[in-house]
């Protein structure tokens, strides 16, 4: 098997390349570099990857058309695209990186993959998606109609995108609506990274409506694992969907919509005292009102995914943290 990897110097475009690498199969990796946080962390991940004689790596805006062509003038297996422009805050001040980058390149990876008749495509979309609805645990079929953020909305629209193409051209495709993702080689600008680094500077950390958040944390290799698992299993028409009472998670196209989190739904602040266990030293709390684009809390139903792919998540929340303080620690010695 080959398959392309956008995003590969990305935290969990990283960490599924070591993996699929590691299981013997050939990795095209694609990333632009960008400098929406440190670039030196993307560097030291792709310094570990290029060390594997079946890692190939190239510089590569997708939004670029010509240049996501070109890609797809080799033969992939399959493609798991995970390069987007990430980030709810972002959005709020920069919203073009993200009509650019997560629907425009989005679209030149559906026509990479329908001109090429890649197997399967499966593609980062978010548990952002949703938004204001506050039916927990979310399910794949739950209501995603009402973004409160144009992250969530272009994420919805990839979405929708794919769904077009796989009732169009037959085109296989997976969403996977991650689940606040967390662990070694985690984002910058994520809070876990955010939190360690002021906790262990001795700066205030701030902890917006006032702490009193709750969401369902992911630990990487519970979403590393069953992305592995699924491009074994690509969808398929689903014999029982009906266009009288049409669900959002399958279709009667080769489409599907699946939720991938820890399923353990933890309090921001109990978070927090785990960090601080971890590191030694104790935080100084800014307590600030909610922010624009934010949800009090999540909460997710992985049901669906556990069938498909027999699995669940085998990382606890206090194991997960120790993990990433470990990291954080040795990479900043």
């Known amino acids: 098997m080959k398959v392309l990897v956008t995003g590969a110097a990305g935290f969990i475009g990283f960490h599924l390349c070591s993996r699929l690498l590691n299981d013997g199969i050939d990795v095209y990796g694609v990333d632009s570099l960008n400098e929406y946080y440190d670039v030196r962390i993307k560097h030291a ?44 805050r972002h959005s709020l001040k920069h919203p073009r990186d993200y009509i650019d980058a997560n ?55 990839n979405e929708l995108m794919a769904h077009s193409y796989s009732h169009l051209y037959g085109l296989p495709t997976t969403g996977l609506r991650f689940f606040t993702v967390y662990g070694p080689w985690g984002r910058p600008d994520m809070a876990l990274y955010i939190f360690a680094k002021a906790i262990s500077d001795g700066e205030p950390i701030k902890l917006f409506n006032s702490g009193d958040m709750c969401r369902s944390f992911t630990y990487v290799d519970d979403v590393v694992e069953p992305i592995k698992r699924l491009l074994n299993t690509r969808p398929t028409v689903d014999p029982a969907w009906s266009s009288d009472a049409p669900t959002t998670a399958t279709s009667n196209a080769p489409y599907r919509v699946l939720n991938i989190g820890g399923g353990e739904v933890v309090e921001l602040n109990r978070f927090v005292e785990l960090i601080e266990q971890n590191l030694g030293k104790e935080a100084v709390k800014e307590l600030l009102p909610m922010q624009p684009g934010d949800i009090p809390a999540t909460s997710v139903d992985t049901s669906v995914l556990e069938a498909t792919t027999q699995f669940t998540p085998q990382v606890s929340i206090e194991d997960g943290i120790q993990r990433f303080c470990d990291w954080f620690s040795e990479y900043h010695s």
């Open 103 to 157: 629907v425009m390149g989005f679209m030149n990876v559906l026509e990479g993959c329908r001109h090429a008749g890649v197997g399967q495509l499966i593609y980062a979309s978010s548990s952002s998606v949703y938004g204001a609805s506050t039916e927990l645990p979310f399910s794949e079929n739950g209501n995603t109609d009402h973004p409160i953020s144009l992250y969530a909305a272009t994420k919805k629209a």
């Open 45 to 88: 991940r792709l310094n570990q990857l290029i060390e594997s004689p079946q890692f190939e790596f190239e510089k590569l805006d997708l939004v670029e058309v010509d240049a996501a062509k070109a890609i797809f003038l080799r033969d992939f297996d399959a493609v798991v695209h995970l390069a987007a422009q990430a980030g709810v």
